[in-house]
Every structure is written in structure tokens, then in C-alpha cells.
């Protein structure tokens, strides 16, 4: 059954973003997204809940562009824009907490999310977001998928290999994240002289394959 919107209910300034695993979405093909590896960023109506930090999220279906009154590409721009005014990024350091409950080392991490923590995760669709936090991490970096609500950044110097931040994800996944936080099991890079965006395996066997 495709998902439902009732149109009184919304308005243009409630169109935002969310960034979700395309396996947990269901009839996808019938929502208005965009595909980001294993991920989808997912253009919806968001409403806060009255005195809850939580917020509700209306996706909306392809067949109701017409109605809305809108192009496709006018209500991505307008979500984008929206989500950025109020939820802008957000990345800083963490300690060394963090750093030993993901069995590393203590080294460089950062968490990138938005203010309220909620929905975090959408900043991947942020324009301008992998070069921003390649400048504060200082070069290219890994993201870890912590949850939808917040990722950790990694700076990619040579000590973790990709099969070591993997199985660390899909560990700390099976015992620590909730099914409805779950958002993958990948680990992702980002090539700071390519500018490239990209899953870490793949990033991998692309600089091997050039080396």
C-alpha cells in the first residue's frame, strides 16, 4: 500500500530530510528520495511533537507532487534549505569514552548530527558537508553509521584497516543500537583530493587498483 499525506496538515516550511537504510523503507519506489549507497535520504514533511523532542515524519508520495503544488527538484531544494536553517551541522570531537567503547586507540573521532540529535544522520545530504568535515577532521576520513542520529568521523591515517572498522560496526550494531536507530552496517569513506564519497571497500580497491 502506498503511504499516505494529508495535504492541510503540512506546509512548505515543514519539508525536510531524513537519512535512512533503503531496507527499513517500505514501497520506496513510491516515496520521493535519493539513493546514497546502501542509504536513502528520504525528502518528507517533519513535525515536532508538542512538548517532545521527537518529530513526526510524513514521507511524501510520488503520485502527490502535483498536489503539493511543487516540481520535484523546487521540494528537495526547499527540504535541503529547510533542514539546514534548522538543523544545521554539527561536528565535534568526543572523547576518549567513545574512543575505547569502539576499541580503538585513543585518536583523532568526531560525531557529526545536528543540534537536537534528532535525525542526524541527514547531514550526508547536506551540501558542502564532506568537505566541511574534512577541513575540521584535517583530511580524508572514514564515517562509521552510528545511528539515524548521529555518525562518527574518522580521520583515515593508516591505523584501522576497512575489515577492522567493519567488523566493528556490524559488532557494536548487533549489541548496542536499537532496531529503529539502526541505520547500516557499512563503513564509508571520503576522499578528501578526489572528493569522492564512497563505501569503504569500495574506496579500497580503487586506490589499490591505482597504486
Not at 520535484?72 to 529547510?82: R, T
Request: aromatic residues 10%.
Amino acid at each position: 500500500m502506498k503511504p499516505e499525506i494529508k495535504m492541510n496538515r503540512v506546509t512548505k516550511t515543514e519539508l525536510s530530510l531524513v537519512v535512512l537504510p533503503k531496507s527499513k523503507v517500505p514501497d520506496i519506489e513510491w516515496v520521493l528520495h535519493d539513493e546514497l549507497e546502501d542509504l536513502a535520504v528520504i525528502y518528507c514533511f517533519m513535525k515536532a511533537e508538542t512538548g517532545e523532542p521527537k518529530h513526526h515524519i510524513i514521507m511524501i508520495p510520488n503520485d502527490t507532487l502535483n498536489a503539493i503544488g511543487y516540481p520535484e527538484d523546487q521540494i528537495k531544494n526547499q527540504a535541503v534549505a529547510n533542514a539546514i536553517n534548522k538543523q544545521p551541522i554539527q561536528v565535534s570531537s568526543i572523547n576518549s569514552f567513545f574512543s575505547s567503547m569502539y576499541k580503538l586507540d585513543p585518536i583523532p573521532m568526531y560525531v557529526a548530527t545536528v543540534p537536537d540529535f534528532q535525525f542526524g544522520a541527514k547531514v550526508l545530504a547536506y551540501p558542502g558537508f564532506f568537505e566541511y568535515a574534512a577541513a575540521v577532521v584535517g583530511d580524508s576520513y572514514y564515517i562509521l553509521p552510528s545511528s539515524i542520529h548521529e555518525l562518527i568521523l574518522l580521520a583515515d591515517d593508516g591505523i584501522s584497516t576497512v575489515e577492522e572498522l567493519q567488523n566493528m560496526v556490524r559488532e557494536i550494531n548487533q549489541t548496542e543500537v536499537s532496531e529503529s536507530d539502526f541505520l547500516s552496517d557499512e563503513v564509508y569513506h571520503y576522499d578528501a583530493i578526489a572528493k569522492k564519497f564512497e563505501n569503504a571497500s569500495a574506496y579500497y580497491n580503487r586506490v589499490n587498483r591505482l597504486s
